[in-house]
């Protein structure tokens, strides 16, 4: 079975902390994704790796940033929290397919930011 | 601009009877859709996924129905049973920077109700 582990499941910080969210799949998988939920928004796509040290902005990249120096971590950064970062921050992997491709996802992370 | 619309923020169904999920499209691009489920406290799992050139797949008691020509997707559940209420995501796979990335509707809560 695919694992994807977040580091924290509740975290809360100030404004203007810096706030780090890890992830890590036992998969091997290539790809890997950072997602935010909220409420009667869904999922929206924050940064997305398609390899080591490989990012892509995905639709709301504004006020994070990624790392992913190893295959198996991804990591999301926000440099300065800000209140309108708090929400549910879902990361995923997958393997590259053309057929059946699926995302796997961590349990999410709640962040409160004060 | 949503390019995955779920309209129907909640739908309330009596046990053993039909769900039915809608979700709407607008590019015409997408190759491949995917259903996932999310509980409270967990990340979304995948549940069923249709490829652009099939208009029907069906796993058990879950079938996901396309209409290419409407930019229409459904998933049926029957019978539904209480175990099925959660929120469901239907997603849209789109080529980026030559990988996979998906957009996400804002989900439908399913409810039934025992």
């Known amino acids: 079975d695919v694992k994807v582990t977040q580091s924290s499941r509740y975290l809360v910080k100030r404004t203007g902390e810096k706030v780090f969210l890890e992830c890590v799949q036992d998969?091997?998988?290539?790809?890997m994704f950072w997602y935010r939920q909220d409420p009667g928004l869904g999922l929206r796509l924050i940064y997305f790796s398609y390899d080591v040290k490989m990012k892509e902005k995905g639709d709301i990249p504004e006020g994070y940033s990624v790392s992913r120096e190893k295959k198996e971590r991804f990591s999301l950064i926000l440099e300065s929290a800000s209140t309108n970062q708090t929400s549910m921050y879902l990361c995923?992997?997958?393997?590259?397919?053309?057929?059946?491709?699926?995302?796997?996802f961590g349990p999410g992370t709640r962040l409160l930011v004060l | 601009d949503q390019q995955v619309k779920q309209n129907s923020p909640s739908l309330s169904v009596q046990e053993g009877r039909i769900s039915i999920l809608n979700c709407d499209y607008t590019n015409s691009m997408f190759d491949y859709f995917l259903w996932y489920k999310k509980y409270p406290a967990e990340g979304p799992t995948f549940l069923i996924s249709?490829?652009?050139?099939?208009d029907k797949n069906e796993d058990g008691r879950f079938t996901v129905f396309l209409n290419k020509s409407a930019k229409h997707l459904s998933l049926h559940i029957v019978p539904s049973q209480p175990g099925d209420s959660a929120v469901y995501f239907c997603?849209?796979?789109?080529?980026?920077?030559?990988?996979?990335?998906?957009?996400f509707g804002t989900g439908t809560r399913l409810k039934v109700l025992a």
């Open positions: 995923a992997s997958s393997y590259p397919r053309r057929e059946k491709e699926t995302q796997y």
């Open positions: 997603a849209a796979r789109t080529v980026t920077s030559g990988t996979y990335k998906y957009i």
């Open positions: 998969m091997d998988h290539e790809n």
């Open positions: 249709i490829s652009s050139i099939k």
